[in-house]
């Protein structure tokens, strides 16, 4: 069966700190991968999307960067933090196939102090 | 585009009595749509899902939902509450397949459910 880790499961950085979180995903192949952040009254938003190795879309223009490295590896990262990055931030997979439903990960919570 | 609503912010149900979570969706053709659960803390754990077959879906822990196509509703209902169902609900429509928007997810604003002994 497929399961998705996030590491690590809480954070607390300083403003202008970097930052680097990962999501991995066991038992499937050529997985679709997403960053989401989940803000405090807020729903979720899609931060990046990943069709394959080294393939990342943006959706929106932010302080935040991501990477994939391998195919079951998907990072977060940022050079300086701002307290507005603060949030639950949520990994997630789905299949390259048909299938629509996407699978999420035990996420991270980020706060920027 | 595609865009959803969930109506109530807020449900408070007594335990043993039936739960209606409220969805309207928008879209310009069939819909896929969803319902997650999310307890404090964790992830996201899907409920049910429609992709164009039967109307009334069945999914885990008892929650059903029914896909409605003349009222754009798919509300997500369990006919007896119990206490460990008190979480956060996201109702949550599938983007258009292909170009930039492949696989992409709309959530709703989300319904937090309280379950009173």
């Known amino acids: 069966s497929q399961t998705i880790h996030q590491w690590p499961a809480t954070l607390v950085q300083p403003v202008g700190s970097p930052l680097s979180l990962e999501c991995t995903v066991e038992g499937t192949s050529n997985p679709n991968l997403y960053w989401y952040r989940q803000a405090a009254g807020r729903g979720l938003q899609l931060l990046f999307y990943s069709v394959g190795i080294g393939q990342i879309s943006s959706e929106v223009p932010q302080n935040l960067s991501a990477s994939r490295p391998q195919d079951r590896q998907f990072i977060l990262s940022s050079k300086k933090l701002l307290l507005s990055d603060s949030g639950f931030y949520l990994c997630?997979?789905?299949?390259?196939?048909?299938?629509?439903?996407?699978?999420f990960g035990p996420g991270t919570r980020l706060t920027v102090t | 585009a595609q865009s959803v609503t969930q109506l109530d912010s807020h449900v408070s149900v007594s335990e043993g009595t039936p739960v209606l979570l409220r969805c309207n969706y928008s879209?310009?053709?069939?819909?896929?749509l969803f319902w997650y659960v999310q307890h404090p803390n964790k992830g996201l754990q899907l409920l049910l899902k429609y992709t164009s077959a039967a109307t009334l879906v069945k999914g885990i822990n008892g929650f059903e939902a029914e896909f409605k196509k003349s009222e754009t509703s798919f509300h997500l209902t369990k006919p007896s509450a119990h206490m460990s169902d008190a979480a956060e609900y996201f109702c949550v429509v599938r983007a258009q397949a292909g170009g930039t928007s492949y696989g992409k997810l709309t959530f709703g604003q989300g319904t937090i459910l309280t379950v009173h002994p």
């Open positions: 997630a997979w789905k299949t390259s196939g048909v299938s629509y439903e996407q699978y």
């Open positions: 879209s310009s053709y069939s819909p896929s």
